[in-house]
């Protein structure tokens, strides 16, 4: 008999909580082309698994199967989902319905297994190909309990998991199939197309200890070669699977590659949640990773036997430096431009406030220039201006006697003197006019001044170191003893405590050896003489420290 069926595998990828009942497909199995029926009874049309009457006495291999496309080993994960709605049961002469394979996942073409618990057997071996499969069965129907659950054989022991009651017949369940870690695998039945509500005893969870691989095929139909009529009557729709369960069902997006600034972080955040575990290739263990070198940087979730790797390349970026002239001094009334333009996508700041390429200085200064392109960096140049000379040198008079010199103070020019001397400074030897030409890198300038020299008297100043006060008219009175009309000062007696017991100037008279109205006792005292004589040229000024002592 030749059918025309659509029947299909897919690969979808679920959001959790948002599974749908429809599927859209990855491989196109709406036709017959590539499936193989073997025996009657199941078939396809129009996209549906149809199961009529089941397997009939000393009929065998009940079942349609076709290649998944793949192969899944025990490492991987996968999701199935389908709907199936049984519509019939029945059974012969009392005896146990034990129902048919809705799904299966195997290792083969032939069955996942057989029991021969319905004698007289057929003489068939028992089946040994791994697989896993979600069952349909009944405890003597239609009175008896119907429920679903899942198989697992591993080559060599078989695994049965609790059961999940069924809906009423003519009810669709919406039924998942999960194998989210090695050795364990899920059934989850649900009353609704968004498969949110569970029937009673979903989901059930199958640990086995061994491992099942090589599942290449998938199956629908009978399960048992044996004598007794196994009924049902139903329909199966809508089968996607997932079958690339390497992979996330979240996956792992890194951020696009980037580059870093000098100085600067970047921080990811893989984090999906407690149930993931989380590495990088620098060792850490964690969701969050704070990278501050470039390099190559992978970064994996793993939840179950599944995980999901990204890649991230983190570069260094270097921005161009902005390259501003050293330090310098200007002239007076001179401008520096400066310029640190680097395109149209550079960004500047001086700490002047000007947003500019260019900076226009005319005054003194310490000037700052940031630039971003992309990364921020900055540059400093100092600004000094010089000084404009200006006249120092004024018409004045000296002493023959004095020591006499005339000094034009800016240290950074040259000099010439009327003299012919090139020094900052002179001495005068002679009444006249001197002149000096002094010249930098910005200017020259010519100053000049009237010396006069003066023939001035002697002016001495002579201080003794002791006196013998007591009013006998002899050597009575502590002072300074000068020839000069003119002298000016202060004079300030100490005894040996630091107080003061004396305080003169040239008003007041000498000292007369008296403090508090009582003439002090022979001892040894210090002054202080600060003095100056305005008439000389140039003023004559001088501080003097000495010691003085009363003798009786």
Not at 86 to 107: D, E, W
Not at 267 to 280: A, E, H, L, R, V
Not at 460 to 466: A, D, G, T
């Amino acid at each position: 008999m030749r059918l025309n069926f659509s029947f299909l595998i897919v690969i979808v990828f679920f959001a959790p909580g948002s599974l749908l009942a429809q599927c859209d497909f990855y491989e196109d199995y709406s036709s017959s082309a590539g499936w193989t029926q073997v025996g009657s009874e199941v078939e396809i049309l129009n996209g549906k698994v149809y199961f009529l009457n089941g397997a009939k006495c000393r009929e065998f291999q009940k079942r349609l199967n076709a290649p998944l496309g793949t192969t899944l080993d025990e490492e991987y994960c996968w999701q199935v989902q389908f709907e199936f709605t049984p519509t019939a049961v029945g059974v012969k002469n009392n005896l146990p319905y034990s129902g048919h394979l809705i799904l299966g996942l195997t290792a083969g073409t032939n069955d996942i297994h057989f029991d021969c618990i319905d004698p007289p057997c057929t003489g068939h071996p028992k089946g040994y190909q791994d697989g896993i499969t979600v069952n349909y069965s009944a405890q003597n129907p239609p009175t008896g309990e119907l429920f679903f659950h899942i198989v697992v054989r591993d080559s060599g022991a078989e695994y049965q998991s609790p059961h999940i009651v069924s809906l009423p017949l003519g009810t669709t369940h919406f039924v998942k199939l999960e194998k989210s870690q090695a050795g364990k695998v899920t059934l989850s039945v649900y009353s609704n197309s968004s498969f949110t509500n569970h029937v009673t005893g979903s989901p059930v969870v199958l640990n086995y200890p061994g491992s099942v691989n090589g599942l290449s095929h998938v199956q629908h139909g009978n399960i048992i070669r044996g004598e007794l009529r196994r009924q049902l009557t139903g329909t199966l729709d809508n089968l996607c699977i997932d079958w690339l369960g390497l992979n996330l069902v979240d996956s792992l997006k890194l951020p696009n590659d980037t580059s870093l600034c000098d100085g600067k972080n970047l921080m990811i955040d893989i984090g999906m949640g407690s149930d993931y575990s989380y590495s990088w290739n620098t060792g850490i263990n964690d969701s969050i990773i704070t990278i501050n070198q470039p390099g190559t940087y992978f970064a994996t979730v793993q939840k179950g036997c599944a995980s999901s790797t990204d890649t991230i390349v983190v570069t260094q970026r270097k921005s161009d430096p902005i390259g501003l002239p050293n330090d310098t001094v200007l002239c007076p009334g001179e401008v520096l431009s400066l310029n640190i333009g680097q395109g149209s996508n550079a960004s500047y700041l001086w700490n002047t406030g000007s947003s500019d390429s260019i900076l226009t200085v005319s005054q003194p200064g310490i000037y700052i220039a940031n630039v971003g392109n992309p990364c921020s960096v900055s540059d400093t140049i100092q600004v000094l201006y010089k000084e404009p000379l200006t006249p120092q040198i004024q018409d004045t008079s000296f002493c023959l006697s004095a020591i006499k010199r005339i000094s034009y103070a800016n240290m950074n020019a040259s000099f010439l003197w009327n003299t012919g001397e090139t020094t900052n400074s002179i001495s005068p030897i002679e009444t006249g006019w001197y002149f000096v030409e002094v010249t930098n890198e910005c200017e020259t300038f010519v100053d000049s001044a009237y010396v006069e020299l003066i023939d001035c008297p002697e002016c001495h100043v002579f201080i003794p170191n002791s006196f013998t006060p007591g009013n006998d008219g002899i050597n009575d009175f502590f002072g300074p003893v000068t020839n000069c009309d003119q002298l000016k000062y202060t004079l300030k007696i100490y005894n040996r405590w630091g107080n003061l017991v004396a305080d003169l100037n040239e008003t007041t008279g000498d000292w007369d050896g008296m403090y508090e109205g009582k003439y002090l006792q022979p001892a040894v005292f210090t002054y202080q003489f600060e003095y100056i004589i305005p008439g000389m040229i140039p003023i004559k000024r001088d501080l003097i420290n000495g010691i003085v002592t009363i003798i009786r």
